[in-house]
C-alpha cells in the first residue's frame, strides 16, 4: 500500500514537471528526517532528466559540514556502467541505491551516531544537461537524550559575594534546555532570590547571606529525555585568611621600607667615613695585610720594626755613656778643677771639636732617618695602592683601632719629652763651654802654657779619653 502510494507521487510530479520543464531537475521530497542514535535512516533523492534516454550519468551523495573550514565528505556514489562507491569512513552502515525507471536513488545509514547530525546532498550529473537544478539538500536529527548535567560554582561561597552555578551536559540532541530549582535546608522548594536570573545552564546570584545556603537543582532536557544535578551551596562568614594576607602584605612592605631606609643610612655614614678618610695625612693612616683575615692584625714593617729596635737600642746605650761622661765630667772638674784650668785653650778647642763631631754624627743620622723615613713613605704609598680594596674593612675596623692612635699620641709625647731633655742638655754643654770660656779669660796664656809642660803626660790621657768621647 505505501509502495503504490509513493509510486503515485512519483507519476504525479513527473507529470507537473515535464510539462513545464526542459532541464534537470533533482529534489528530496522530505526536507528532515529524524532518528534515535543507533537507529536506521533512509534519504530518497528524485531526478527528472531533460531527455529521457541516459547514456551516461554520475550520482553522489555527500555529507555537508557543519562547521565553516570543514571539507565536504562523500558518502557514496555510482557512475553508470559502473559499482557502487562507498567512503572508507562509512564503510558497513552506509549503502546506496539507484532505480533508473523511476529515476530514483537513496542513502540508507545504520547505527547512526552524533557525528550523522548534519545536512546531505543529492548531486546528478548528466553530460549536456547541466541546466536547471541537478542538487537537492535534506538534513538528519539523531536524537539523543542529554546526559548527566554536571553542576559547578564560579566565585567564593561568602557573605555578600557574587557567585554563578553552572549546569552543562556533554550530550544531547537536539540542544538541552536548562532549567535550576532552590530548596531550603529543610529540601523545602522555594522561589529563586529575587535579583537572581539564569541563562543557557548558568544561574547567577548576588550579594548571597546566609538564606540563600540550600539545593539547587538543574534539569536538562530535550525531546528524548531528561536528566539532573544537584549542588549544595554553604554561604559562610567571611575567612581570615584575608586578613591574614592583607597583614603579611602589609608586613612585607614594612620591612622593604626599613631595609631600604638602613641601606641608604649605611650607605651615607660609609660615604662620610671616606670623605673623613680621604682628609686625613697620610701619617694617619693605618694599612693591613691583605692576607689576614678581616678582623686581622696591624700590617707591620718588620724591617721598620728592626731599625726601630736598633736605633731605640743606641739611643740607650748613647744615653748611658752620656751619663756616664757626664758623671766623670762631673768628678774631673770637681778633682781636678785647676788642671782644667791649666787646660785653657788647647782643652777648650778639644770641647769644641768634639761637640762639633757629636753634633755631625747626630746630623748624619737625622740626613739616615730621613732617608729611611723616605722610603718608608715610598712603600706606605706602594702599599695605599695595594690595600685600597681593603679600605671598607679598614672604616670597619678604625674604631676597633682608635685606641692606638691614642698610644702613638702618647708615644709622641713620650719622645718630645727625650727631645726636650736633649735640649736641656744641649743647654748645660753650652754652660760648660761658657765656664771654659771664663776659665782661659781668668789664667794667662804664658801660665798655662807652664803648667802644660809639667803636666804634659796627664793632658795626652785626656786627649786620649776625648778621642774615646768622639
Given at each position: ?35 534515535a542514535?543507533?537507529g ?111 553542576c ?10 557574587d557567585?554563578?552555578l553552572t ?18 535546608v ?13 541563562e ?95 678582623g ?9 720594626d728592626?731599625?726601630?729596635d ?48 757629636q ?35 679598614l ?38 763651654r ?35 768621647y768622639?
Open positions: 500500500m505505501a509502495q503504490r502510494r509513493w509510486a503515485l507521487r512519483q507519476l504525479l510530479l513527473v507529470l507537473t514537471v515535464l510539462p513545464c520543464c526542459t532541464s534537470l531537475q533533482v529534489s528530496i521530497p522530505q526536507e528532515e528526517y529524524e532518528i542514535r543507533g536506521e535512516v533512509t534519504l530518497t533523492c528524485v531526478f527528472v532528466p531533460a531527455r529521457p534516454e541516459l547514456t551516461q550519468f554520475l550520482i553522489k551523495w555527500e555529507a555537508l559540514s557543519n562547521n565553516e573550514g570543514e571539507a565536504t565528505k562523500t558518502v557514496a556514489s555510482i557512475f553508470k556502467g559502473g559499482n557502487i562507491d562507498i567512503a572508507p569512513h562509512y564503510e558497513g552502515r552506509a549503502t546506496m541505491e539507484v532505480d533508473l525507471d523511476q529515476r530514483r536513488s537513496s542513502l540508507t545509514l545504520t547505527e547512526t551516531t552524533l557525528e550523522d547530525s548534519r545536512h546531505y546532498q543529492c548531486s546528478v550529473t548528466i553530460p549536456n544537461d547541466d541546466e536547471g537544478n541537478t542538487a537537492a539538500t535534506t538534513s538528519l536529527l539523531v536524537l539523543v537524550a542529554p546526559s548527566t548535567p554536571i559547578s560554582i564560579q566565585g567564593t561561597a561568602e557573605y555578600y559575594q557567585i554563578k549546569c552543562l551536559s556533554e550530550e544531547g540532541s537536539p540542544a538541552p534546555v536548562y532549567d535550576w530549582k532552590s530548596y531550603n529543610e529540601n523545602n522548594p522555594r522561589q529563586l532570590p529575587p535579583k537572581a536570573f539564569q543557557d545552564g548558568v544561574l547567577s546570584l548576588f550579594n548571597i547571606t546566609r538564606e540563600t545556603s540550600g539545593f539547587f537543582t538543574c534539569s536538562s532536557t530535550n525531546r528524548v529525555g531528561s536528566a539532573s544535578c544537584t549542588f549544595t551551596l554553604a554561604v559562610m562568614p567571611p575567612s581570615s585568611n584575608t586578613g591574614t594576607i592583607i597583614g603579611i602584605v602589609a608586613g612585607v612592605i614594612a620591612g622593604l621600607v626599613l631595609i631600604a631606609i638602613l641601606i641608604y643610612c649605611l650607605r651615607r655614614r660609609k660615604k662620610n667615613k671616606n670623605q673623613a678618610h680621604d682628609e686625613r695625612s697620610p701619617g694617619e693612616m693605618d694599612y693591613f695585610d691583605k692576607d689576614a683575615p678581616e686581622g692584625e696591624q700590617y707591620k714593617d718588620k724591617k721598620k728592626k731599625k726601630k736598633k736605633k731605640r737600642k743606641d739611643k740607650d746605650n748613647a744615653k748611658k755613656k752620656r751619663g756616664g761622661e757626664e758623671e766623670s765630667d762631673d768628678d774631673r772638674h770637681s778633682d781636678s778643677s785647676e788642671k782644667e784650668r791649666r787646660d785653657g785653650k788647647d782643652s777648650s778647642q778639644l770641647y769644641k771639636d768634639g761637640q762639633r763631631d753634633y755631625r754624627g747626630s746630623q748624619d743620622r737625622l740626613d739616615d732617618q730621613r732617608d729611611q723615613y723616605r722610603g718608608s713613605r715610598d712603600r706606605l704609598d706602594d702599599q695605599r695602592d695595594q690595600y685600597r680594596s681593603s679600605r671598607d674593612r672604616d670597619d675596623q678604625r674604631d676597633q683601632y682608635r685606641s692606638s692612635r691614642d698610644r702613638l699620641d702618647d708615644r709622641r709625647d713620650q719622645y718630645r719629652g727625650s727631645r726636650d731633655r736633649l735640649d736641656d742638655q744641649r743647654e748645660r754643654y753650652g754652660g760648660s761658657d765656664r771654659l770660656n771664663d776659665g782661659h779669660d781668668r789664667y794667662n796664656y804664658q801660665s798655662s802654657r807652664d803648667d802644660y809642660g809639667d803636666h804634659g803626660g796627664h793632658y795626652s790621657s785626656s786627649h786620649g779619653h776625648a778621642d774615646g768622639d
